[in-house]
């Protein structure tokens, strides 16, 4: 066998190599239509395979462009597509690679090509319905069309626990591999839960949530419930080295025991096997745990099982052996396919790419081998065998290549006719396989031995065999027809074509040949030459043909027939001649050989086993030596069989059987041989066998109605046939026909009988015979008996409870028959109530069983079972009796909406008789609120759920369910209570008043929309306001606002523009959304200071002196009121504290004079309004004209030579202008000569003067400006000579400098001899070698770097020995200021102060600091502050909160270092605890807490953590853990006659605090009594006793006797003090009105703790209304602070009745370090009004006579007498007249008389709202009190600082 390369290569090597794939397509690929996919397949080979895809049909596939393109190396390219271009030939369907080349075709793995449209899903979890202490199983139903890429990753437990798969579960839980939950031993806790499943979608990653919870709906057993399985999984499968589960769950009661098996062992207690629940766990499946598993649960009532088979899957794998094969064509190929893994469903052979079938030469038995034979050369190629199960595949392949091929001639010589000489080649190529080799012959001989003859062959390098016969110079001799022949092992091939060479005849020598006798011969005359006109032949001078066996063709081929030897032996001669006569002629000698011919070999007939047998083989004729031989069948005889043969002679063979058997029957051959050919003769030998049994009858018996089969099965030669005969009555037996009804003789001699009767009964004789012998016979018997049966095999019987049920079961069958009864696989109970009665009939037996009284317990399968000795046979009675159903359970609510609803509800207990309707009743849980009565609604008993239209938005209801049937109707199931959705509200709010608090802020109130409008809980307001100014095309800004606990219904707008117009507008708004704005209420805001500076500010110099400046307004939106004046500031520039000023003016323009000329001015405009002065505007500089400058400065004169001075200066000290020129002006003393004048360039400062007399000369310089020439200088004297002294002509000054720069101060010197220059510093001389001083050559002292120590005196002096000069610096350098010294001066709540100071500025003046800060672990701010400042106060703080700050200051040279790090607190700490007594109140349902009642501690109360517990508890309750500062929270809910523990934590910037109270709740029996009647806060106390006797009620009223009387001297004090205004004061106290109250209390929000606030007028309005109970305190308080501030919150107020998510409010700091006195009046406290906002109960009712409390900027206190009872209040609510404090009796009245005052009083209630709620400003040091008792009043106006310390 040779390898591939070889059978692909060739002898030559070829080099082909077949295909075979580098990237194979995988078996699956999925992908979304919004992804899109490409599926890649790479082949390889030699030469290089094409690829191309199929799809299943065999169809090539085709490109379509945008939804299925080809790459061009080969890949399928899927784009993304729109979902409506899915196509399922395309995007759902199979995809196989074909890579093709010469050597064959291979087929890649088949992909499975599935694309998803993305679309949307749901995933569900149903209720389950399941006995308590079972096993509940929850699945995730998943849609169809996406199960198959949707898992299941975990269940949610409750929104908020996690459940994942696991082995063991966790004893609760326990998610299985496939993703169910099962939950075991399910409690009454667990009908709580609810669960969702969570599922990924493999292609998207989208993880999804089930729609809506499910839950376990739990039932109670009535009595021993045998186990029952609902789900069976049947077929479990799954692949090795996985986990599987099992399922395995029953439902019973008691809960069932569960066992499983694997066969008849018990698995389970093994580490790698066990039991969850009842569920099997395999940890790692291996193969050896596929089999069949059972199930048994069972409990004391029964028990139940079922059997899963567990199918253990491993991945397949296919090899093919030979994996390279070759093999010769004729001959025989045989693949094997070894598959591992299982299991295997198909196998399947491919050849090239197409399957293969069984068929003539192709046989697939078993599938896994494939054999061919006889080998086709076509059968060459590539052979595949896949393995497939499921989805899984498997393939492998093979080469399969031609070993032995018959050849065949690709090339052929052609006929050729030539002249002699030149040279001829003849060819033939051949190719086979083996490599076939090539012989020639000329006209039937071999070719003539000559050196002109030259023959070779070789083979190419394709394999191919070429063969050549060349002949150099042609002769005449070398003409005739040539032969090439091909041939190998396979067979052979030729080709002749002849050669004429022109000349005359010549024939060849032929010699001798040798004819066989009988055949035909067949030789050519081997004549050349040409043309030859004819050929002849002769024998013995005889022309021939001389007979019809001879015939001559044309071109000299003698053919003879029928060859004999005495005829056709002898000499044969050829002659050839042409036309011209001339020939040519050869002698052929033939001899003739006789063949063998072999007589009849004849078997005597008749032979039987063990007779003898013999034949004789005779050859009749045919030459020696001969050879005779016996073949069998075909092949030689086979010595087992004991066959003998001989040789009798050379013509005699014999063959001889001792003892003939079976065995021995068969064709014999004799085979006679000799040199011509072989000769043989075939005779059969027939040995008859007589019959023998192979299977021998034998008696049977068969059930009546059954199936017998009598077998009868006999061997022998001739097979023997097979008869059955029955015997009849007669005794004679009578064949069986195969037509009668039930019987059918079958060809192997079996007697079948279907549905035996009795007639089928008897005795049957079967006989075997086949002529040979007697034959065979055997009598059977066959018997048919009738076991039990019932015509009626199952019956229900149904029956209404009480009643009385008769089951009848009546049986067929052999007697003796026995009856037996049970139920549900157990006895019947003892009678009396059952009762059972048996008669007999005709072929059979009656049992009647009687129930009387039947219950519902008696439903069941009652078993009627009948007995004989042939067996046993059971009839099922189910007996349902039916009962009225129970009540439906799990009503709920599955979908809701405002005005409808739609319930769902779980049937109820099967009660035996089907549900015909349910009828829903349903009325609202206040029937006055809507009217009407209970409303009925019936949906057919199939429904679960049924929709229920025209509810009322934010309504309470109560629903129930009955169940009906044919027996009657059920009990209603438990109410379901509840409210359907809010709405949005219909009406808007009312009575909607807005006034202005501040420049930037509107107080608004309102009263709610009415309550048949809010269609729910109003949970706030969205406050709407706009500015006019904006026109009508402007809209309203919104913001939303909470409702507190009081249901407050007022709110501050802040952040407004001031003086500006707004329109307010107010929507209510619930859970659904809100309702219509209230119609637009209009108010402005207070004016403020302008937020902008004066706009287009420009001016104009007039002079040298004056400036003009004008300017416009600011814009509108930022005047923020009526501007009543301007302010104009200037400064020149730069700015070292010269002139400047600031001028005041109405107008927009304004003249400056008496400035500086040519001097730059910065000029600001600030506007200003009642509210102060505002934002200067942007700084301009404005320059002064020019004007004639003064005289230059410094002015010096020296001799530089006989007649040469020179003169120099320095530029004025103020030029007024820009230097046009300097004047140089001398003259001689005593005016010789007159003045002279030289001008000089304005850039030079000295001058030489020339060609001077040795006399004294006057010298003055001037300096100009455009404007004209200034006053002269100073004179200088200068007077030349001969000698020249040293002289420095510099004339020094004043120099500053900028640190770190470098200097150069010039020191020119003359003198006659050149002076020596020395400089000193400080009179110190400087070195020559300093590192920063150096002295050039021409005298400049360089300063490189200067520092601070560099400043001073810098003289330069130039001597020679004539004299000296000097010249004197004084440098001044300038540097950055030193650190500042920074220190805290005052703290607030929410801002701090600090003050500092700069010891040293630089030498230039301050432009700025920056202030850093940050609060404790915060990140530090900074702030910048201009240089004229020395003092910042940082505001917006946390309060409570330690900062710390550092600042740097900074000049025009640089920025100071850092100074040291202050630390400061604000004001406040944590909050303060009240006691008790003011803090808490209960009933006998609820304890109420007054928040209000804590200290902020001076930082503002964010919210609150409440928590209970029962004194004998330590578990505490969290109420709260962000309550909002309201004024009361309730906890409802309580014990009556318990008692709690409470903690109340508050917290604010500062801290947090925490407070315990303990609380008792009184008996139910008191709490008609109020609290104060019961174990209230403070226990309980008698109620006979007189209330003054009571200590806790004379100590806290001596207090607030005490604390009034103190309170009445305290005020008159203080009005006696009161200073009298003078009439100025009083005009100017009056003229400010209500905009100056609100600019007081802002200034004083904005001044510093050392400026004393001013006192704000104070005014009272009186006021005699009656006040509803609800606006009663039990405690009424009035606080006075020492030094100013406002007083603590009261005493536990009245509550609202109706508070739904409080909102908090806005807190102002208090100080609380200041020390106040409080008075106090008892009153017993009282719940009557008192609601919780998280407890609904009959006291909602109250909600109408809810009113809002809010903490007020000044509380007024004071009484209100009551008339009579309050006719709105019940009798125990009725009480005497108490002191009460109110916000204002605009806003406590109720709200009709609110909207009477708002209606008749406007202005009076603007100046109530106004007094005593003003804007939430910091506290006036002086606030106005009311106290009032018995309509007494006092009142306090004291306003003056001598009142700061008490007011």
């Not at 027996?967 to 509200?985: A, D, F, I």
């Not at 009725?1774 to 916000?1783: G, Y």
């Amino acid at each position: 066998m040779a390898k591939w390369g070889e059978a692909c290569c060739g002898a030559g090597g070829r080099g082909q190599e077949g295909p075979k794939f580098s990237l194979e397509p995988p078996r699956h690929l999925h992908f979304t239509n919004s992804s899109g996919a490409v599926l890649d397949c790479v082949a390889e080979g030699v030469p290089t395979p094409s690829v191309t895809w199929t799809l299943p049909d065999g169809r090539i596939v085709e490109q379509i462009p945008g939804v299925r393109e080809i790459a061009v190396n080969g890949s399928l390219i899927f784009p993304a597509f729109p979902a409506h271009r899915y196509d399922t030939q395309v995007h759902a369907t199979t995809y196989t690679c074909r890579a093709t080349s010469p050597t064959g075709t291979l087929l890649a793995t088949p992909t499975l090509l599935r694309a998803v449209v993305v679309g949307q899903y749901e995933v569900q979890v149903y209720d389950q319905l399941v006995m308590a202490g079972n096993t509940a199983v929850l699945r995730c139903a998943v849609p169809s069309y996406v199960r198959e890429y949707v898992t299941v990753t975990s269940w949610l437990h409750d929104n908020s626990f996690h459940i994942y798969p696991s082995l063991h579960g966790d004893g609760k839980y326990h998610m299985t591999s496939s993703g169910e939950l099962h939950v075991l031993d399910v409690g009454p806790q667990d009908g709580l839960s609810r669960f969702q499943c969570r599922t990924l979608h493999t292609l998207t990653g989208r993880t999804q949530l089930s729609h809506t919870p499910a839950r376990i709906i739990i039932t109670e057993a009535q009595g021993a419930v045998p186990p029952r399985m609902s789900e069976r999984t049947n077929r479990i499968v799954t692949q090795a080295g996985s986990r599987v589960t099992i399922p395995c769950v029953a439902q019973g009661h008691p809960p069932p025991l569960y066992t499983w098996y694997k066969g008849s062992e018990v698995v389970g207690g093994s580490s790698g096997v066990w039991s969850v629940g009842g569920s099997l766990v395999v940890g790692r499946v291996g193969v050896g745990d596929a089999g069949e598993y059972t199930c048994v649960a069972n409990n004391t009532a029964g028990e139940t099982s079922y059997t899963a088979h567990l199918l253990v899957t491993i991945p397949l794998s296919v090899q093919v052996r030979p994996r390279e094969v070759q093999v010769d064509a004729g001959g025989r190929l045989e693949l094997r396919c070894h598959v591992s893994g299982e299991p295997v469903d198909t196998v399947t052979w491919f050849k090239d790419g197409i399957a293969l079938r069984s068929g003539q030469r192709v046989r697939l038995r078993p599938r896994e081998s494939l054999h061919i034979a006889p080998v086709d050369p076509s059968d060459a190629g590539i052979y595949q065998c896949a393995a497939t199960y499921a989805q899984d595949y498997a393939h492998a392949h093979a080469y399969v290549t031609l070993g032995a091929a018959a050849p065949q001639l690709v090339y052929r010589f052609i006929e050729q006719t030539l002249q002699p000489g030149p040279a001829v080649s003849l060819k033939c190529i051949a190719t086979g396989t083996p490599t076939p080799h090539i012989t020639w012959t000329l006209d039937g001989f071999p070719i003539p031995s000559s050196g002109r003859y030259v023959m070779g062959q070789y083979v190419s390098a394709h394999g191919d065999v070429i063969s050549h016969v060349n002949i150099s110079a042609v002769h005449v001799t070398d003409g005739g027809t040539y032969t090439c022949r091909a041939e190998n092992s396979a067979g052979q091939v030729s080709h002749s074509a002849r050669l004429n060479v022109y000349g005359p005849p010549q024939v060849r020598s032929m010699g001798q040949v040798s004819a066989v006798a009988g055949q035909t011969f067949v030789v050519t005359c081997p004549a050349s030459g040409y043309p030859i006109h004819n050929i002849t032949w002769t024998k013995d001078g005889m022309r021939l043909p001389t007979s019809h066996r001879q015939r001559v063709h044309a071109n000299g081929t003698l053919v003879v027939e029928q060859v004999t030897r005495e005829a056709d032996k002898g000499q044969y001669s050829c002659t050839a001649s042409t036309k011209d006569g001339r020939s040519d002629t050869q002698t052929l000698t033939v001899s003739v050989m006789v063949p063998p011919r072999v007589g009849r070999v004849i078997f005597p007939e008749g032979t039987r086993a063990g007779m003898r047998a013999q034949a004789s083989c005779f050859v009749q004729e045919g030459d020696q030596p001969l050879t005779l031989t016996w073949q069998k069948d075909g092949r030689p005889i086979d010595l087992r069989l004991n066959v003998r043969t001989s040789q009798v002679d050379s013509f005699t063979s014999m063959l001889v059987i001792d003892s003939a058997e079976a065995d021995h029957s068969g064709n014999y051959t004799c085979v006679a041989t000799n040199a011509a050919r072989s000769a043989t003769s075939t005779a059969r030998l027939t040995v008859s066998v007589p019959p023998a049994w192979v299977v021998e009858p034998s008696s049977a018996s068969v059930a009546l109605g059954g199936t017998a089969a009598l077998h009868c099965l006999a061997k022998g030669f001739p097979n023997p046939g097979v008869a059955w005969r029955k015997e009849t009555v007669s005794g004679e037996f009578v064949t069986v026909s195969g037509g009668e009804a039930g019987v059918a003789v079958w060809e192997n001699g079996t007697l079948a009988v279907s549905r035996a009767e009795r007639r089928h009964e008897g005795r049957y004789l079967c006989e075997a015979n086949n002529g040979v012998g007697a034959g065979l016979s055997k009598v059977v018997t066959l018997s048919v008996n009738e076991p039990p049966w019932f015509s009626v095999r199952s019956q229900r019987q149904q029956v209404v409870v009480g009643g009385r049920a008769r089951l009848s079961c009546e049986a067929h069958g052999d007697a003796p028959l026995s009856l037996t009864w049970a139920r549900d696989g157990a006895p019947l109970p003892p009678p009396p109530r059952y009762e059972v009665s048996e008669r007999e009939t005709d072929g059979g037996q009656v049992s009647e069983l009687s129930l009387r009284r039947t219950h519902i317990t008696d439903s069941g399968t009652y078993t009627c079972t009948a007995t004989n000795t042939h067996g046993s046979v059971a009839a099922d009675f189910h007996l349902l009796v039916q009962d009225v159903p129970g009540p439906p359970s799990g009503l709920g609510v599955a979908e809701e909406g405002s005005r409808h609803l739609t319930l769902t509800w779980t049937p109820p207990k099967d009660s035996n008789a089907p549900i015909s309707a349910y009828i829903v009743t349903f009325n609202a849980h206040q029937i006055d609120a809507i009217g009407g009565g209970p409303r009925e609604v019936t949906v057919e008993g199939q429904q679960r759920r049924v929709r229920l239209d025209g509810l009322v938005p934010a309504t309470t209801y109560i629903f129930m369910v009955v169940a009906e049937n044919r027996v009657g109707r059920s009990q209603p199931s438990q109410p379901l209570t509840h409210t359907t959705k809010e709405e949005p509200p219909t009406g808007h709010p009312e009575a909607v008043t807005v006034v202005a608090v501040s420049s930037t802020a509107l107080q608004v109130t309102w009263e709610p929309p009415p309550d048949n409008l809010t269609h729910g809980t109003i949970l706030g307001y969205y406050l709407g306001y706009k500015d006019d100014s904006e026109g009508e095309g402007g809209g309203y800004n919104f913001t939303t606002v909470g409702v507190d606990g009081a249901g407050l219904t007022s709110a501050t707008l802040s952040g407004l523009r001031p003086h500006a117009r707004y329109s307010v507008v107010l929507q209510a708004f619930n859970s659904r959304g809100a309702g219509p704005a209230s119609p637009p209420t209009v108010a402005t805001t207070l004016q403020d200071k302008p937020s902008a500076g004066p706009g287009h500010v420009r001016c104009e110099s007039v002079t040298s002196k004056s400036l003009v400046v004008t300017w416009s307004p600011p814009p509108p939106p930022n005047r923020n009121g009526i501007i009543t004046s301007y302010r104009l500031a200037y400064h020149s520039l730069p700015h070292h504290g010269g002139s400047g000023g600031s001028v005041v003016e109405e107008g927009q323009r304004l003249s400056l004079t008496g400035l500086t000329p040519w001097t730059n001015y910065s000029i600001t405009v600030a506007a200003s309004t009642r509210a102060g002065e505002g934002v200067a505007s942007h700084p301009i500089t404005c320059t002064t004209d020019q004007d004639v400058p003064e005289a230059p400065a410094r002015v010096k004169a020296v001799v530089s030579g006989p007649r040469t001075a020179v003169v120099s200066w320095s530029a004025p000290v103020h030029p007024h202008g820009r230097i046009t020129r300097y004047t140089v002006h001398w003259e001689g003393a005593g005016g010789r000569g007159g003045p002279h004048s030289r001008r000089v360039e304005p850039h030079l400062t000295h001058l030489t003067l020339h060609d001077l007399s040795h006399s004294t000369h006057q010298v003055w310089v001037t300096a100009s400006t455009r404007m004209g020439e200034g006053p002269p200088s100073s004179v200088v004297l200068v007077k030349p000579s001969h000698t020249v002294p040293a002289g420095v002509w510099a004339v020094g000054g004043n120099l500053t400098a900028a640190w770190k720069e470098d200097v150069s101060l010039p020191c020119g010197a003359v003198g006659v001899p050149e002076p020596t220059l020395t400089w000193a510093h400080h009179r110190n001389r400087i070195s020559p070698k300093h590192d920063r001083l150096k002295v050039q050559p021409d005298g400049t002292l360089t300063l490189a770097d200067i520092q601070r120590k560099d400043s001073g005196l810098y003289t330069c002096t130039a001597t020679n020995h004539h004299g000296s000069d000097t010249v004197i610096y004084n440098l001044t350098v300038l540097v950055p200021p030193s650190s500042p010294l920074l220190h805290v001066t005052e703290t607030t709540a929410s801002s701090i102060r600090v003050q500092w100071s700069v010891e040293d500025s630089g030498g230039a003046a301050l432009q700025g600091a920056t202030l850093h800060y940050r609060s404790a672990g915060g990140e530090w701010v900074t702030e910048d502050v201009g240089g004229q400042h020395r003092s910042y106060t940082v505001t917006g703080l946390r309060c409570g909160t330690q900062h710390h700050f550092y600042l740097t200051a900074h000049n025009h040279i640089g920025t100071s270092a850092a100074s040291k790090t202050e630390t400061a607190r604000t004001k406040g700490r944590s909050p303060e605890p009240p006691p008790q007594f003011q803090f808490v109140t209960s009933n006998s349902s609820q304890a109420t807490l007054y928040l209000a009642q804590w200290g902020d501690g001076g930082c503002p109360i964010t919210h609150f953590s409440v928590q209970y517990r029962r004194t004998t508890s330590r578990q505490w309750t969290t109420v709260g853990s962000e309550v909002p500062p309201t004024r009361t929270f309730a906890i409802g809910g309580l014990d009556s006659g318990s008692t709690y523990k409470l903690r109340v934590t508050a917290h604010n910037a500062a801290g947090a605090t925490p407070a315990f109270y303990t609380v008792s709740t009184p008996g139910r029996s008191l709490a008609g009594a109020g609290v104060g009647a019961g174990t209230g806060v403070w226990g309980g106390a008698s109620t006979a006793s007189p209330v003054w006797g009571d200590p806790r009620v004379l100590v806290p009223a001596a207090v607030s006797a005490l604390a009034l009387l103190l309170t009445v001297t305290t005020v008159c004090v203080c009005l006696r003090k009161r200073p009298v205004l003078s009439s100025a004061e009083k005009e100017a106290a009056s003229g400010v009105g209500q905009e100056k109250s609100a600019l007081q209390a802002r200034e004083e929000q904005y001044s510093t703790v050392r400026r004393p606030a001013p006192t704000p007028p104070q005014r009272h309005m009186h006021h005699t209304e009656e006040y509803s109970e609800e606006e009663l305190y039990p405690y009424a308080t009035a606080t006075f602070q020492m030094g100013g501030g406002s007083p603590p919150p009261p005493a536990p107020p009245s509550p609202p009745t109706h508070a739904h998510q409080p909102q908090p409010q806005p807190h102002t700091p208090q100080h609380h370090s200041q020390k106040a006195f409080t008075a106090l009046v008892y009153q017993a406290p009282s719940l009557h009004d008192v609601d919780s906002p998280n407890m609904q109960s009959g006291r909602e009712s109250r909600a109408a006579r809810a009113y809002s409390y809010e903490t007020s900027e000044t509380e007024d206190y004071g009484s209100a007498l009551e008339s009579g009872p309050d006719p709105r209040l019940p009798p125990h609510h009725r009480r005497h007249p108490r002191h009460l404090r109110t916000k204002s009796p605009a806003v406590s009245a109720s709200p009709e008389s609110r909207r009477r005052q708002s209606r008749h009083h406007p202005h009076h209630q603007h100046q109530q709202q106004h007094t005593l709620r003003p804007a939430r400003h910091s506290r006036s040091p002086a606030v106005g009190r009311r106290l009032s008792e018995g309509g007494s009043s006092i009142k306090d106006h004291t306003s003056d600082a001598e009142c700061d310390l008490l007011c």
